[in-house]
């Protein structure tokens, strides 16, 4: 979405630390178009009595649309979050999050002053215990309401301008599920129209820095419902992989004995169900995913259209990918030459950094080759194999 998607980027990178905080999910916060719910240390909004925040008018990026959107005032997601608030809590120092109660990623203390470093690891590293963990981890995640965040399961127009507040609890797994799906669902245009060619996650600048951030939320909220401060989520390096080496029940669930599109009743991610994977239906309804239950998990790993995606990723792609000294190029989307970004995301030959859209790279590779629930976009979070594959990417 080129320049589009980085305001929109820029927007979201605010310390603003979800999409709808509860605290702001009612008739009153949204008709006053301010999200600036007090701090629980000293009851101020922001924080602001203990210089933590203050509540004070959004700033929106002022560079130029690109061609690739051409609307405007359509999409809830267009200058987030001012459909829904254009006055939010603006965190000074070290704080973050909506009402500046957290600290900034790599900090930690009272004050936010302490720096706190994270190491992300090999899960093939981990020890027994430490595997286990993280997997119970996943499981509890999936089975613990969120506290602070709800999700939309209407826009703003058919909230009525925000006099009828649509929300719904959602647990905290898929509440990364539900927010993916949402920054990379179609335009509803009304009537049976919807714009396809749009995404707030992918195809442009905003991919790499908005899953970054993706993910190191993922990790706080982890670790704010099982106390565990050290948290992090371990990556697969898949490079040179000649199958699915997590696709088994010691790790992420293996291949279900007569079904070859689920997974293995041994592995309890066989009893997890997804949701936000059914766009058509939603865009025949005009509607937003409403978080409900849409079936088990698919995965059928290397059963997948070889002549898009023949193998997973080699080290020598990723070394040539690295080896890119460009960020970014030409018009910034999924047709970028010699781009870092489209390389690494896998719309470019990971060979020559060309566009090559009939063919699926490094990070689109590893969603292909999983043939099933990884292999929708919107969708793709459901399977927990993502947030292994991400980490490694980031």
């Not at 305001?7 to 630390?17: C, D, T």
């Not at 999409?19 to 000293?42: H, I, M, T, V, Y």
């Not at 539900?178 to 396809?196: E, P």
């Not at 489209?342 to 009939?358: H, K, V």
Request: negative net charge; glycine residues 8%; proline residues 6%.
């Amino acid at each position: 979405m080129s320049l589009f998607v980085m305001g929109f980027l820029l927007v979201i990178l605010q310390p603003s630390a979800g999409q709808f905080p509860r605290a702001c999910a009612n008739s009153q916060s949204l008709l006053r178009k301010e999200c600036c719910p007090p701090w629980d240390g000293d009851g101020s909004p922001c924080g602001e009595l203990s210089s933590r925040g203050s509540c004070q008018n959004i700033l929106l990026s002022q560079a130029p649309l690109g061609p690739q959107f051409p609307f405007s005032g359509v999409d809830d997601r267009e200058d987030w979050p001012s459909v829904f608030y254009n006055r939010t809590c603006k965190c000074e120092g070290n704080f973050m999050g909506f009402n500046c109660g957290e600290c900034k990623f790599g900090f930690s203390g009272l004050n936010c002053t302490e720096r706190r470093l994270r190491t992300r690891r090999n899960i093939f590293q981990l020890t027994t215990s430490e595997k286990d963990k993280f997997l119970a981890y996943l499981n509890l995640a999936k089975n613990s309401p969120s506290q602070d965040y709800v999700i939309a399961t209407g826009t703003y127009t058919q909230m009525n301008n925000g006099s009828n507040p649509m929300f719904r609890n959602i647990n905290v797994y898929d509440l990364f599920v539900w927010m993916h799906y949402y920054a990379s669902r179609d335009t509803l245009l009304g009537g049976s129209n919807v714009w396809r060619d749009i995404d707030f996650a992918h195809e442009a600048p905003g991919f790499l820095p908005w899953h970054r951030v993706f993910l190191l939320m993922w990790e706080r909220e982890i670790q704010k419902i099982t106390g565990d401060e050290n948290f992090t989520i371990p990556y697969w390096d898949w490079r040179d992989a000649e199958d699915c080496v997590v696709c088994t029940d010691e790790y992420m669930g293996g291949r279900h004995p007569t079904n070859p599109n689920l997974l293995s009743p041994a592995s309890f991610f066989s009893s997890w169900q997804v949701i936000c994977t059914r766009s058509e239906e939603y865009n025949s309804q005009q509607a937003l995913c409403n978080a409900t239950s849409e079936g088990p998990i698919l995965r059928n790993p290397g059963n997948n259209d070889k002549s898009r995606t023949p193998r997973l990723p080699s080290s020598a792609e990723v070394e040539f990918c690295l080896s890119l000294t460009q960020y970014e190029s030409g018009p910034m989307d999924k047709m970028a030459n010699y781009s870092f970004r489209n390389t690494l995301e896998g719309f470019a030959d990971p060979r020559t950094a060309i566009s090559n859209i009939s063919q699926s790279g490094l990070h689109n590779a590893l969603h292909i080759y999983m043939n099933g629930s990884m292999s929708q976009v919107q969708g793709s979070a459901n399977d927990p194999i993502f947030v292994l594959h991400h980490a490694f990417v980031d």
